[in-house]
Every structure is written in C-alpha cells, then in structure tokens.
C-alpha cells in the first residue's frame, strides 16, 4: 500500500549494502516511524546472499549486484559507471510498484546527483546527504595527495553540482557544514546537521568472548572498514614499535572488519613481524560484533591527519564511547569534537606516540574506566541516535513545506 503524496522516500546507497550501513538503517527506520514509505537501492553485501527485493523492517529494499572492488582510476570508472546504470534501473522500477516523492542520495559517489537531476526534472525533491567529502576522500584519503589533479577538479565539480540541486542538505558535522556553505555555496538554512549517532538498543554491553579475553592482559580492538584511508598501517607499526622499541608483549589486537586493504594490511603484519599478536576477525555483526567489542580493553582509530580526515566524524569512535571503552587516536579537529575526555590524543601520524598513548591505558585500568565512563555519558545525554533523529525529521519537515517558504526557515539545528 502506497503512503500518502509527500511522504514516500528512495534512498540511493551505492558504498555499501543495506541493511548493513548502519546510518542508513537509522535514518530508514526513523523515517519509517514517522509515516514515510521508505525505499532503499543499495548493492548486495558479497559475503552473505542477499535477494535482489526483500522487505526488512518495513523498508522495501531493492539490490543489484555488487560490482568487483575497485582498483585504480579506470577501476573506480567501471564501478560507478555500473553502479549509476544499475541503480537508474532500479529507481524505474521503484517509481512503478512503490512509487516515490523524495530522492535521498546517501554519498559517495557524488554522481548520484545525475539521477536525482533526472527526477527533479519530473518534480521529485532531492536530499543530498554528505557522508563523505568525495573529493578529498578520492585525492588524499585513497592516493595520498598523489594522483590526478583534473580528478580532483572534476569530483568537486559534482560535490557542488550535488549541494546546488539538493532542496535539502545533510550534514554530519559542522566541518562538512563550512565546506558545504563555502565550496558548495549553500545557504546555511538549508543545511542540517545529523551526527553519526550510535543506536544504544543496539549496542549494550556483553559477557566477554572467553577465546579473546584469554589471549593477553590487555586487548586493543579496532572495527570498521579495512580501507587504505582508515590508517590500519599506522596502527600496525606502532604496535611494531609497542612491541620491539618498548618492549611490551602482554597485549592482543582484534582487528575486525573487511575491505580492499585487508590483505595488503595481513601481508604487512607478517613483514612487521607482529602477526601472532593480530587477529583480523573478518567482518562481524549483531551479537557476535557486540561481544568481540565487549571484550575489548582499548579501542583504537588510527586515521592520519589529512584535508579528509581532519573533517571526518568517525563511527567508530562513538561506537567504542556506547560500550564504555576508552580511545586512542591521534589528535584530529573532529575526534576531539566527538570524544573529548574518552579519549587520549597522539601526536597527528606519529606512530610511536600513537603506541606510548596504548601505554598510558594499559598501565592504569582505574584511567581507563573514568575515561569509559565518561564517554558513555556523553552517548547517553548528547550523541545516541535518539538525539540526531529529530533533526532529520525536522529536515524533512522542511522539506515538506512550498520551496519558497522552506528557503525561508532558518535552521539552527
């Protein structure tokens, strides 16, 4: 049964497979409670089947297959050139059973826009909501400040082409709010602001995996994509340094997750000759994911400073905060902003600060549960999902009104 006219949504997710991208779940679910029809085209997950069409949790969910992980310029070509075509496919069929009102474009990519500058011609609204910032994800995040500038250029190019279609922008911190504002030109009242809030009915604490827990005294966890971005070779080497610099034996690091650096990051531990004290667990979810984190006695978020991640609001980072762990990381702008005192901050890409930061915990397990404790506040009374889903709504909300009176709504979310 079709919703009411204005209340049906397609959400666009290429990145990742639903339901497994868990901002996308968040907001789908949010939205579904408050009487949208929601639909979601994503690729599916390659390590469990998936069908191409299922319901999941009132969320008609429509997939294609997955594309081979891209490698290279020409290999990112190939991906999103597929995605888009499958995708535009998809949407044609969506817009037949399910019909939709609004397009919400879940980045990267930031070509997405062309599909919701096709659907915009036929009267539809269009969410840009700006998980990544795609330029610098693409030139310093993937390459290192070493590939093509034109790339760059032309991924800009789509970023702003993204921010001046959309009648409604999303945010995820305030640093994606000035580049939006400032790159993308966008008036600051059609920006909202939805942080990476942890959903706590999900995430409670566990008994602790008694495999793990037997491992050492002290285990260091880290979880997320196994992307070149995300800094894994700057965790492995100061955990090289913990181990033949300072002389420490008495840990155990689970690495949990799944990407296209996994097994260049596995080859460099044998290299580095830490290996024995690594254990890349693969991806995890559900209880099996909350009980390895559980057992974790340091969580770790190794992200270099670069333009891309010096901007990012790592999930991760709130994740460790929901169960009561406290962080090292290094000292960062938004890791601050996130984590303040539940963490402890190494000097930005220093390795062997990064493994006297692992120390300081090790040696003091009363600093490490004030340190939790604190971060747990902090999720339960500023960060949990419960306190951003109201501001997606009340983008929505404005969303809903006549263009010309929601140009007019300030926004001080």
């Known amino acids: 049964m079709k919703s009411s ?24 679910t949010t939205l579904i409670a408050a009487g949208y029809q929601v639909s979601v085209i994503s690729p599916k997950d390659i390590q469990i089947e998936q069908p191409w069409r299922e319901i999941v949790d009132e969320v008609r969910v429509y997939r294609y297959p997955m594309p081979p992980a891209a490698n290279g310029f020409l290999g990112y070509i190939w991906e999103y050139s597929y995605s888009m075509v499958a995708m535009f496919i998809l949407s044609w069929l969506v817009s037949y059973r399910e019909g939709f009102d609004i397009i919400h474009a879940h980045n990267p990519p930031d070509t997405l826009v062309l599909i919701a500058a096709f659907y915009k011609l036929m009267g539809k609204r269009f969410v840009f909501d700006h998980h990544d910032l795609g330029p610098e994800l693409y030139y310093y995040g993937r390459f290192g400040g070493n590939s093509n500038r034109f790339v760059y250029r ?16 999303i945010a995820t911190n305030e640093s994606y709010k000035a580049i939006e504002m400032e790159r993308g030109k966008v008036q600051e009242n ?11 009915d999900r995430l409670r604490l566990m008994a602790p995996d008694p495999v793990l827990r037997r491992k050492a005294d002290i285990i260091i966890g880290y979880v997320g994509e196994l992307s070149f971005q995300d800094g894994l070779d700057y965790l492995l080497r100061a955990l090289h340094h913990l181990i033949y610099d300072i002389g420490r034996l008495d840990f155990y690091c689970a690495i949990i997750g799944d990407g296209d650096a996994l097994d260049s990051l596995k080859q460099m531990a044998v290299e580095l000759n830490i290996d024995e004290y690594i254990w890349f667990t693969g991806w995890l979810s559900g209880s099996e994911l909350v009980r390895c984190l559980s057992t974790i006695d340091v969580g770790v978020s190794p992200d270099p400073s670069n333009p891309y991640n010096d901007r990012c609001t790592m999930i991760k980072i709130s994740e460790y905060m929901a169960l009561g762990k406290p962080i090292v990381v290094f000292d960062l702008p938004e890791h601050r902003v996130t984590a303040q005192a539940a963490a402890v901050y190494a000097r930005p890409n220093d390795e062997l600060d990064f493994a006297r930061q692992i120390i300081l915990l090790m040696d003091d397990q009363e600093r490490r549960q004030k340190m939790g404790q604190l971060g747990r506040e902090r999720i339960e009374t500023k960060l949990a999902w419960s306190y951003q889903e109201k501001h997606l709504l009340e983008a929505y909300e404005v969303l809903d009104l006549p263009r010309e009176k929601s140009l007019s709504v300030h926004n001080n979310f």
């Not at 006219?5 to 968040?26: C, H, I, S, T």
């Not at 032309?154 to 922008?169: G, T």
């Open 154 to 169: 032309v991924l800009i190019w789509f970023e702003q082409l993204s921010c001046q279609l959309a009648d409604r922008v």
């Open 5 to 28: 006219a204005g209340k049906r949504v397609l959400m666009l997710l290429e990145n990742n497979a639903y339901p497994q991208d868990g901002r996308v779940r968040r907001e789908a």
């Open 190 to 200: 059609q920006i909202t602001i939805v942080r990476n809030g942890p959903d706590l």
